[in-house]
Nanobody, 119 residues
Framework: QVELVESGGGTVQAGDSLRLSCAAS????????MGWFRQAPGKEREYVSS????????SYVDPVKSRFTIARDRTNYTMYLTMNIRRPEQTAFYYC????????????WGNGTQVTVTP
């Protein structure tokens, strides 16, 4: 089992930057891919970005490209998402997730961290 704990959320103003963290513990050696998802009020949860744990290959959903940066620290088993915030509409609950090699879905989820954007 892998446990994931997000941190770094809070209230920010449009134009600010914010860095979220996701600390992994447990059977971390089994992780192949880690990702960030978000759920805005009244909307479904959506994929934001992901990174392969060993190779560091990154992927982003189009709306956040050039504004968000995903990274991971293999020594500390922590993943990060640095966000350049633009609009209050980006208020959402952010979740991190992990997936094992060969799995077709994310199996491990954190409880999430709230990001609230004010004008």
């Amino acid at each position: 089992q892998v446990e994931l704990v997000e941190s770094g959320g809070g209230t920010v103003q449009a134009g600010d930057s914010l860095r979220l963290s996701c600390a992994a513990s447990g059977r971390t050696f089994s992780i192949y891919l880690m990702g960030w998802f978000r759920q805005a009020p009244g909307k479904e949860r959506e994929y934001v970005s992901s990174i392969t744990w060993n190779g560091g290959t990154t992927s982003y959903v189009d709306p956040v490209k050039s504004r968000f940066t995903i990274a991971r620290d293999r020594t500390n088993y922590t993943m990060y998402l640095t966000m350049n915030i633009r609009r209050p509409e980006q208020t959402a609950f952010y979740y991190c997730a992990g997936r094992r090699m060969g799995s077709d879905q994310y199996e491990y989820w954190g409880n999430g961290t709230q990001v609230t954007v004010t004008p």
